[in-house]
């Protein structure tokens, strides 16, 4: 039997024990405990249908808005004013919490700004993805995503191209060369993962301090292996197609010819996501994914790595 993690940090337990000390404090300095979700995961599916028109933040997986209690030990679901996004077990695709838990920590391996995040258990054990709103600090932050720029709506999230993405980042961004490395890199990864669901509004522009610059990440997850037999492996085309991608079409098209990048930025970005690749590998072995989707996951990025290569 393998050891107990913590779902917060994925160090090893002692037994008996849920959450490690540093995952608690993570979360809140005066947190001494987490208890579980007082809802399962079907009703916690429910209560996202009833409260959707309240929320500021949709879309396809079922979302609730929470506030962390360190005084009571654990996260309160609210209509308004939450500083957190829970998103349960989804009936219809296995394991989403625990797909975008990991993908998101691989993403911030290379380098890639995330959100504080984590699995929290609820009350018949399943596990709830959580991730904090970096739009929610003190005051609101002012934050716009792509289809909002581009004057898409929901139902039209899907009609642009990874060329127009770069556009809008060419005129808004405070530093557009140092956005579009950026970009550089979070496509690269998304491919390598086998996220086909980056529409336009999984990309954001934030403006802090002063500054705009492209939002941390969310809404990372690996759909190939959920939708188990991916047709496409980006969401918004490039070069005027969504899969069978090549080299050329990554590295000299995108990112030389298209994102106007210098060869030694976009070698850099490529030997970062190599010298990191092993402790994916490494990582996912110790994540909450079923073995057949770590699996799964694992042999997606080897597939993916050597067509680049």
């Given at each position: 039997?393998?050891?107990?993690?913590?779902?917060?940090?994925?160090?090893?337990?002692?037994?008996?024990?849920?959450?490690?000390?540093?995952?608690?404090?993570?979360?809140?300095?005066?947190?001494?405990?987490?208890?579980?979700?007082?809802?399962?995961?079907?009703?916690?599916?429910?209560?996202?249908?009833?409260?959707?028109?309240?929320?500021?933040?949709?879309?396809?997986?079922?979302?609730?808005?929470?506030?962390?209690?360190?005084?009571?030990?654990?996260?309160?679901?609210?209509?308004?004013?939450?500083?957190?996004?829970?998103?349960?077990?989804?009936?219809?695709?296995?394991?989403?919490?625990?797909?975008?838990?990991?993908?998101?920590?691989?993403?911030?391996?290379?380098?890639?700004?995330?959100?504080?995040?984590?699995?929290?258990?609820?009350?018949?054990g399943s596990l709830t993805?959580?991730?904090?709103?970096?739009?929610?600090?003190?005051?609101?932050?002012?934050?716009?995503?792509?289809?909002?720029?581009?004057?898409?709506?929901?139902?039209?999230?899907?009609?642009?191209?990874?060329?127009?993405?770069?556009?809008?980042?060419?005129?808004?961004?405070?530093?557009?060369?140092?956005?579009?490395?950026?970009?550089?890199?979070?496509?690269?990864?998304?491919?390598?993962?086998?996220?086909?669901?980056?529409?336009?509004?999984?990309?954001?522009?934030?403006?802090?301090?002063?500054?705009?610059?492209?939002?941390?990440?969310?809404?990372?997850?690996?759909?190939?292996?959920?939708?188990?037999?991916?047709?496409?492996?980006l969401a918004l085309p490039?070069?005027?197609?969504?899969?069978?991608?090549?080299?050329?079409?990554?590295?000299?098209?995108?990112?030389?010819?298209?994102?106007?990048?210098?060869?030694?930025?976009?070698?850099?970005?490529?030997?970062?996501?190599?010298?990191?690749?092993?402790?994916?590998?490494?990582?996912?072995?110790?994540?909450?994914?079923?073995?057949?989707?770590?699996?799964?996951?694992?042999?997606?990025?080897?597939?993916?790595?050597?067509?680049?290569?």
């Amino acid at each position: 039997m393998s050891p107990a993690r913590c779902p917060l940090t994925y160090e090893e337990l002692p037994e008996g024990i849920r959450y490690s000390e540093r995952g608690l404090r993570r979360l809140s300095p005066l947190l001494r405990s987490l208890n579980d979700l007082p809802y399962d995961a079907a009703e916690q599916r429910i209560e996202a249908r009833k409260r959707a028109h309240k929320m500021s933040v949709q879309g396809v997986q079922p979302k609730l808005s929470a506030r962390l209690s360190p005084a009571r030990g654990g996260f309160e679901i609210v209509d308004q004013g939450g500083r957190y996004i829970l998103k349960p077990q989804n009936e219809l695709y296995p394991e989403l919490p625990q797909n975008e838990d990991v993908s998101l920590r691989l993403a911030a391996m290379i380098g890639i700004e995330v959100p504080l995040h984590g699995l929290v258990y609820s009350k018949d054990g399943s596990l709830t993805f959580f991730i904090k709103r970096f739009d929610r600090e003190r005051l609101k932050v002012p934050m716009e995503d792509f289809a909002q720029l581009s004057g898409k709506t929901r139902e039209t999230k899907y009609e642009s191209s990874m060329e127009q993405v770069v556009a809008i980042i060419e005129r808004y961004a405070s530093f557009p060369m140092v956005e579009k490395a950026e970009l550089w890199k979070r496509t690269l990864f998304n491919y390598l993962i086998g996220n086909e669901d980056m529409h336009l509004k999984n990309f954001s522009l934030i403006t802090r301090n002063g500054k705009v610059t492209l939002a941390p990440a969310y809404d990372f997850l690996n759909t190939t292996i959920v939708l188990e037999a991916g047709a496409e492996e980006l969401a918004l085309p490039l070069r005027g197609k969504r899969n069978k991608l090549t080299r050329e079409d990554m590295l000299d098209y995108f990112a030389q010819e298209r994102l106007g990048l210098p060869e030694v930025v976009i070698q850099k970005v490529l030997s970062t996501v190599r010298d990191q690749v092993p402790d994916w590998y490494r990582f996912l072995e110790k994540s909450f994914l079923s073995k057949p989707l770590r699996a799964g996951y694992g042999q997606l990025i080897q597939a993916r790595l050597q067509k680049l290569e």
